[in-house]
């Protein structure tokens, strides 16, 4: 995140804070908001647009795929990666991990026309261009 930030430094406005977006998703705000300060530093420079998703919280929990899912009428992600040169990069638990590459899958599918096979075949090509990658742990 912090080569991204300073990669897009010198853009201006909207287009600046919306190339780099962090959703970062944790059970608990105060016990496991790592690096809460710095994100909010850039948060305030204009650099990232952050995006919070807490699941142990509040009564309803609160998962990355249904923030990604609700940003922006659901086209924050397909606008991100298809027409910003946006990068994606989930990392966490694998049964998170995998719901959320669900989640893009199927926004992405919805947006080009070509369903899950068409949005898999956009994922292969932003790996191979390292704009997209899963590290994922049990």
């Known amino acids: 995140m912090r080569e991204r930030i300073a990669t897009f430094e010198n853009a201006s406005g909207q287009w600046r804070s919306e190339r780099n977006i962090l959703i970062f998703g944790c059970r608990k705000e105060a016990a496991d908001y790592y ?5 909010e530093t850039a948060v305030e420079s204009g650099s990232i647009r952050l995006m919070p998703a807490f699941s142990q919280e509040q009564q309803h929990k609160v998962y990355v795929q249904k923030v990604l899912r609700e940003a922006d009428g659901g086209m924050l992600l397909a606008k991100h990666l298809l027409e910003r040169g946006g990068a994606l990069y989930i990392a966490g638990g694998a049964k998170m991990a995998r719901a959320v590459k669900d989640e893009v899958v199927e926004i992405l599918g919805k947006v080009l026309g070509g369903g899950e096979k068409e949005a898999r075949l956009v994922l292969k090509k932003l790996h191979k261009l ?9």
């Open 35 to 39: 690096y809460r300060r710095e994100w």
């Open 130 to 138: 390292g704009l997209f990658s899963v590290e994922a742990w049990s």
